[in-house]
């Protein structure tokens, strides 16, 4: 006597696996965004007389280089101004 191989459970069996794997890297693709890790920027003071002009110049040096702060979706820097960072 002959063993009868089930094969549309098999098929069945191995669709379910196939579509439960498809749904894992679904979820894991939308749970991968970054955290809210902050703003890609710094908060930057410069000093346009620093170096003997009369302020009136493109020259301009920078005194201090800090992390801007982020409270409510909105940034703000306690000294100077924000500039964007492009990150490569």
């Avoid at 979706?73 to 100077?80: A, F, N, Q, S």
Wanted: hydrophobic share 45%; net charge neutral.
């Amino acid at each position: 006597m002959r063993r009868h191989i089930p094969w549309g459970a098999i098929a069945t069996f191995l669709s379910m696996i196939f579509a439960i794997a498809v749904v894992s890297v679904a979820i894991n693709k939308i749970s991968d965004d970054p955290p809210t890790a902050g703003p890609l920027g710094v908060c930057v003071v410069t000093d346009p007389y620093a170096f003997g002009t009369d302020g009136g110049g493109p020259y301009a040096a920078v005194r201090s280089v800090t992390a801007p702060i982020l409270r409510g979706g909105v940034i703000t820097c306690p000294e100077g101004q924000f500039v964007t960072v492009e990150a490569k």
